[in-house]
């Protein structure tokens, strides 16, 4: 059984971005990310800070700019309008959740399609389904980066993605199938039975649920994608009892320390694609 660790992970891929951008630089190019906060959020702050210092670290560079929770979605999309006409500006970043009242596919629909590094614009999503070229959101890069690295094969597998969001389920089970895997997704509306899961050789779960998978809804040898956060009395747990899961599975990302570290690497990494 093999626990992956997305630091390490992570870390690699920041040093590649690292050398990348110095290549860049030589040619007198800096990537360059504008992310949008919109209201006062202190732990979408926190965490849009955090995303800026590491794209800084490794020799990029952008700022946050805070947006009233009273402008309008016409002012918004004005502010993104700019920002798509700006050459030196080659990342655009919303972060979400918008505050109500707020249109969020009408305004990530704004967005330039080869500045939408975190591959939100409902275009990108459907280029992603139609097998196109494009910018993967960061969760599934994440999740793809841990497939390459431990040579996981998909095509063929019977696969299970559960929770079907744009920020990882949807785009996931599309890519995957384009690849060949035979994947089911299990969101809502959709009734996730126990023999969808002991026949699943790959397991994807972002439901927010904690701990709900069990080492008997598994089989021998499973690959299992614990993507999900969930914060119970101050610490942060997966959807999957990893105690228990792990001890059947051949592949299997903790939490914290698995699919997370690697989110932001992912976003740099789009980042410093769009300026080559």
């Known amino acids: 059984m093999t626990v992956i660790d997305g630091k390490s992970i992570a870390s690699d891929m920041l040093e590649n971005c690292k050398r990348k951008i110095s290549l860049l630089k030589e040619n007198g190019k800096i990537p360059y990310i504008e992310i949008i906060l919109v209201g006062e959020d202190q732990e979408s702050e926190r965490y849009v800070g955090m995303k800026l210092k590491k794209i800084k670290d490794v020799g990029a560079d952008g700022q946050i700019r805070k947006v009233e929770e009273g402008m309008t979605n016409e002012s918004l999309m004005k502010i993104i309008d700019e ?3 700006d050459d030196n500006v080659n990342g655009i970043l919303v972060q979400l959740p918008l505050p109500d009242g707020f249109e969020t596919e009408k305004i990530l629909s704004r967005i330039a399609l080869e500045k939408d590094v975190d591959a939100l614009n409902p275009m990108t999503l459907k280029k992603i389904d139609e097998g196109e070229e494009s910018y993967f959101p960061a969760g599934v890069g994440a999740v793809l980066e841990i497939f390459e690295r431990y040579k996981i094969k998909v095509e063929g597998k019977n696969i299970t993605v559960i929770g079907i969001s744009d920020l990882l389920g949807r785009p996931l089970a599309s890519i995957l199938r384009n690849r060949g895997a035979d994947v089911r997704e299990i969101g ?16 994807v779960t972002d439901v927010a649920r904690p701990e709900w998978l069990k080492a008997d809804m598994v089989k021998e040898g499973v690959v299992v994608i ?14 999957v009892d990893f105690s228990n899961v792990s001890e059947k599975s051949s ?3 903790p939490v914290p ?3 997370g570290p690697i989110l932001i690497a992912s976003l740099i990494e789009n980042l410093v694609k769009s300026v080559e």
Not at 190 to 201: A, G, Q
């Open 188 to 203: 809502a509306g959709n009734h996730l039975t126990f023999e969808d899961l002991v026949v699943s050789d790959i397991v």
């Open 257 to 259: 320390g698995g699919v």
């Open 83 to 85: 920002l798509n006409s």
């Open 226 to 239: 614990d993507a999900a956060n969930n914060y119970i009395g101050g610490k942060v747990i997966g959807d």
């Open 251 to 253: 592949l299997i990302t």
